[in-house]
């Protein structure tokens, strides 16, 4: 059997012609297996109506077992130059001649290093693709916790409205005076505090 991968041939036939001579090679091959057993059993019957002949059917076996290892021999040697024929004349694609699936080869050829460079250019773009989708996934998850932090905003804007209103129900201005006024009392607070604890420390 041809070592030729023939992957060109694979292509337009659909299988390998390898593949086809062994195909071929075992038909025929089990084919001279059958004959050789209807000629056996030929040579049988007619000793049958042989009743003084002395040749056992172990024999005609042996002897038969002994043709076809013979035919077989010859029948290699001859199938190796079939083979040979078929896949150099009738198997083979010229290097000439091009399938029409590969024609765009031939428009626009390329040398292995502008392939190379194809290559270089595809793998760079991937690269430059997956930091993209990197980054906006980055990008997504932020806006996600921007949503998360602008929602709890409005709950504290909400809490600050109801705060003011409720200053306004018991007579008081705005929430900011509110906040200024208790700031002011609160450090006259700790001014008095203060005080009390020097005057304190004194009278000890």
């Known amino acids: 059997m041809s070592v030729n991968p023939m992957a060109y041939e694979a292509q337009f036939f659909g299988f390998t012609p390898q593949t086809c001579m062994l195909r071929i090679y075992?038909?025929?091959?089990?084919?001279?297996?059958e004959m050789m057993l209807v000629v056996e059993s030929v040579?049988?019957?007619?000793?049958?109506?042989?009743?003084?002949?002395?040749?056992?059917?172990?024999?005609?076996?042996?002897?038969?077992?002994?043709?076809?290892?013979?035919?077989?021999?010859?029948?290699?040697?001859?199938?190796?130059?079939?083979e040979e024929v078929l896949l150099q004349l009738v198997l083979n694609i010229p290097k000439n001649v091009l399938l029409p699936e590969d024609k765009v080869h031939e428009q626009y050829p390329y040398s292995k290093a502008q392939f190379q460079a194809l290559q270089d250019e595809i793998h760079?773009?991937?690269?430059?693709?997956?930091?993209?989708?990197?980054?906006g996934q980055a990008l997504r998850a932020e806006l996600e916790e921007?949503?998360?932090v602008q929602a709890e905003l409005e709950k504290i804007l909400q809490w600050f409205d109801g705060?003011?209103?409720?200053c306004r129900e018991h007579g008081?201005?705005?929430?900011?005076?509110?906040?200024?006024?208790?700031?002011?009392?609160?450090?006259?607070?700790?001014?008095?505090?203060?005080?009390?604890?020097?005057?304190?420390?004194k009278i000890k």
Not at 26 to 33: E, G, T
Not at 45 to 54: E, N, R, V
Not at 71 to 80: I, Q, R, T, Y
């Open 26 to 33: 075992i038909a025929f091959q089990d084919y001279l297996f």
């Open 43 to 82: 040579i049988l019957k007619k000793l049958d109506g042989f009743p003084g002949c002395k040749i056992s059917p172990f024999q005609i076996r042996k002897s038969t077992e002994k043709f076809l290892l013979f035919m077989k021999e010859h029948f290699d040697k001859l199938f190796s130059k079939m």
């Open 124 to 135: 760079q773009l991937q690269q430059q693709y997956r930091a993209e989708a990197s980054a």
């Open 146 to 148: 921007q949503k998360a």
């Open 163 to 166: 705060l003011d209103n409720i």
């Open 172 to 201: 008081t201005g705005n929430l900011e005076e509110s906040f200024a006024f208790l700031t002011q009392n609160s450090k006259k607070l700790q001014d008095v505090l203060k005080d009390v604890e020097e005057k304190s420390k």
